[in-house]
């Protein structure tokens, strides 16, 4: 459900592309305890002229991240605004935080996300992914059965994810 927009000036390769996906997945997942699937990300390159700042034409890159509120903190959100920045630098900028062209210069959380629907399912309320995976792991496995291979990820992260199955254990 959580929808992530890199908007970029500078081109980025499907490796950085691929590999910033796959960060800024683990980082929701981890902070939040929610499986991948629901997990998006989108890349949107920016055009010459289509990014001002203080009135002023600018090349800038930038994440807004548009998510459900409910019982997560600020404390939450501002550690996913700086992990997802940490992760920029590491994969555009080798590891460096840096100024210009490839900084990237915005992290946003719009937490306003109050429902959805997504694969035909209506997403939980916020904090309530537990109790929602439980609810509706036979409708997984059917999917999964039928060859569907959303599902069978999202039964094997229920299964091998630590923090998940922990989750899961508890409630």
Request: glycine share 8%; hydrophobic share 40%; no cysteine.
């Amino acid at each position: 459900m959580p929808l992530y927009e890199v908007q970029h000036h500078i081109p980025l390769s499907l490796e950085e592309r691929n590999k910033f996906a796959k960060e800024i997945t683990g980082i929701h997942t981890r902070e939040f305890i929610t499986p991948s699937l629901f997990v998006n990300v989108q890349f949107t390159e920016l055009k010459e002229g289509s990014s001002f700042i203080a009135g002023e034409e600018k090349k800038t890159n930038r994440v807004i991240a548009f998510l459900r509120g409910g019982p997560r903190t600020r404390e939450q959100f501002v550690d996913v605004t700086k992990q997802v920045k940490k992760a920029w630098d590491e994969i555009m900028n080798e590891g460096k935080a840096v100024w210009g062209e490839r900084q990237l210069s915005l992290v946003g959380v719009i937490d306003g996300l109050a429902g959805g629907l997504e694969h035909d399912f209506v997403a939980p309320e916020a904090g309530k992914d537990v109790a929602w995976l439980k609810n509706h792991k036979s409708d997984f496995q059917k999917l999964a059965s039928e060859g569907n291979n959303l599902f069978v990820g999202i039964l094997q992260e229920m299964e091998n994810r630590e923090d998940l199955v922990a989750k899961l254990q508890q409630d």
